[in-house]
């Protein structure tokens, strides 16, 4: 989808790098905002003098901000006209003036001028843009700063840049000009989307939700960032998402909210790459093994299809690093019986009652191993890590030690089933996994409880890990809640009808109404989340004729 009403068609493909310049943002402070707004009234020719007595500033002040001023008014289809012993006037079509007022209009309040970090943002995401060296003087325009001040915001976009393998290269009299790998610089770009907007309403507007957003939103996005949103508006991002879903099914899986953002920006970032002619031609060392994989020929077959819509050429290679990215997505199965299957042959389901009856006397309680559900759900913890096709993960656990200290029985349990998936897999099961599993186990035991609870559905944007973070503390702190369900955006907004007490948002934006308490926590549950949930659950308990807001159906804005 588009996020305004730039239409990509509309943007030659060699020519969409130029594209981007011609919308680049010249930074503008309150000063210069204000000599624009006193040109626009004057409506005729004024000289300098004239304009700074107007002001009431210094005459100095005003010649100094006029190359500044012009550049900006160029960029809006305005021209600058000086003209010695006479002044200076503005010249343009009438529908270009009423666009500056309306502009400066709506952003009347929010000030123009870039951040240093803002500055170093836009700066990388230019040089990403441009295939031939960038003169100093025309990004130092552009900015709005002095030389040094320039050089200085450019050694710290070199350090965002190292971090990407990617070198920022300074020669005088030649320009400033990036080199590294077209797949690090592909990372670059998405990181940079990711970094610098608000992933919530970014994934609500992508996945399908009711958000609008626009060039000029301050609610959602400064105006620093607009570069990057009519780089969006550049992008294939509707068809990107079109093609996932095809993938996911036909292999019966469903990406999470984050994965299902990146690899859409992935995508579509490859696409317009392609068609600026920047390949990726290096074959991967693992290309013959990732095309064995049991999910490549699906995926394949919607890269071809892409190819054919868009008739640009996708190679093999091109599309065995997309899938290699693709496996490092958190994804979820989406199909009970498949996935049954899957597990049964990979002999995880017997694996996983084996390893619960072991720890019986552990946890105290022998029917988990007798539970097929929560069997099942066990067996989905282990099965990415046990995948000998699934590239390992770096996973981080924050809560470990403070779960190991509080359910020391539970963590022990923990234990002995890792132990257990080592020795009849070999694959050893990292301490942070086997914190995860222990949480998993005490979800597992409240759900068994036969005490009467407050039905909780979680929504969260951010994947499984955060999402078992997220349950064992709430779980911990409030023992009489029963988590319905954890769902990520994208299955909430396909069928937002629920039957809970209340919702619970991991920092996720909802796009809806509902008449359902709605409560934003931090993913860890922070001291002024419990406080808020505390209150709720109090006021609920005074008062017991309240009516029943379950089976309640939320709409959308």
């Given amino acids: 989808m588009c996020y305004s009403e730039c239409c990509r068609d509309e943007i030659p493909a060699a020519g969409r790098n130029v594209c981007f310049w011609n919308n680049f943002m010249i930074s503008l402070d309150s000063r210069s905002v204000r000599i624009i707004k006193a040109l626009l009234e004057a409506n005729t020719v004024k000289s300098t003098a004239e304009i700074a007595s107007s002001l009431r500033v210094s005459t100095k002040m005003v010649r100094y901000r006029l190359d500044r001023v012009a550049a900006w008014l160029e960029d809006h289809d305005v021209a600058l006209r000086k003209e010695h012993g006479r002044g200076i006037w503005l010249e343009g079509k009438p529908s270009a003036f009423q666009h500056i007022e309306s502009y400066l209009k709506e952003t009347n309040g929010y000030e123009l001028i870039l951040t240093p970090g803002q500055r170093q943002q836009i700066l990388i995401f230019t040089l990403l843009q441009e295939d031939n060296p960038v003169i100093a003087k025309k990004l130092k325009l552009a900015l709005g700063v002095s030389r040094a001040t320039l050089f200085s915001d450019l050694d710290h976009a070199a350090g965002w840049l190292e971090t990407h393998e990617i070198q920022l290269i300074r020669k005088p009299g030649f320009g400033i000009q990036l080199s590294g790998k077209e797949g690090d610089k592909r990372q670059a770009l998405v990181d940079l989307v990711i970094d610098h907007l608000e992933q919530d309403k970014l994934i609500c507007a992508l996945l399908g939700g009711s958000q609008n957003i626009t060039l000029v939103d301050p609610e959602f996005i400064s105006i620093a960032s607009s570069p990057l949103v009519i780089f969006l508006n550049s992008l294939q991002t509707s068809l990107a998402y079109q093609i ?48 064995k994989h049991r999910y490549f020929s699906a995926f394949l077959q919607e890269i071809r299809q892409l190819d054919r819509k868009l008739n640009i050429p996708i190679s093999l290679e091109e599309t065995a690093t997309l899938f290699s990215r693709m496996l490092d997505m958190e994804i979820y199965p989406i199909s009970f019986d498949h996935t049954k299957h899957n597990l049964e042959e990979m002999g995880l389901l ?208």
């Fill in 244 to 291: 996932l879903m095809n993938f996911e099914e036909q292999v019966e899986i469903q990406f999470s909210d984050y994965s299902t953002l990146i690899m859409i920006l992935h995508i579509s970032v490859m696409v317009l790459r392609i068609e600026q002619d920047h390949d990726i031609t290096n074959q991967l060392p693992s290309i013959e093994k990732l095309t």
């Fill in 350 to 557: 017997d694996l996983t009652t084996e390893s619960l009856a072991q720890v019986d006397d552990l946890i105290r309680n022998p029917g988990l191993a007798e539970n097929s559900q929560i069997v099942h759900e066990l067996a989905l913890v282990f099965e990415p890590f046990l995948d000998s096709l699934h590239p390992g993960f770096n996973i981080q656990n924050p809560l470990l030690d403070e779960f190991a200290a509080k359910h020391p029985d539970l963590y022990h349990a923990a234990m002995k089933i890792g132990e257990n998936l080592f020795q009849r897999t070999g694959k050893e099961i990292s301490l942070e996994e086997i914190g995860y599993i222990g949480m998993f186990l005490f979800t597992a035991l409240k759900k068994t409880s036969s005490s009467p609870k407050t039905k909780i559905l979680i929504i969260c944007s951010m994947g499984a890990i955060t999402s078992h973070l997220l349950t064992e503390r709430l779980q911990t702190e409030f023992p009489n809640l029963e988590i319905i369900d954890v769902m990520s955006i994208r299955k909430f907004l396909a069928d937002p009808t629920l039957e809970v007490d209340a919702i619970i948002s991991a920092g996720t934006y909802l796009p809806v109404q509902t008449y359902l308490p709605v409560f934003h926590v931090h993913p860890l549950l922070k001291v002024e989340d419990v406080q808020q949930i505390k209150a709720w659950l109090l006021e609920k308990a005074t008062r017991p004729g309240e009516r029943d807001t379950r089976n309640q159906r939320t709409n959308h804005n």
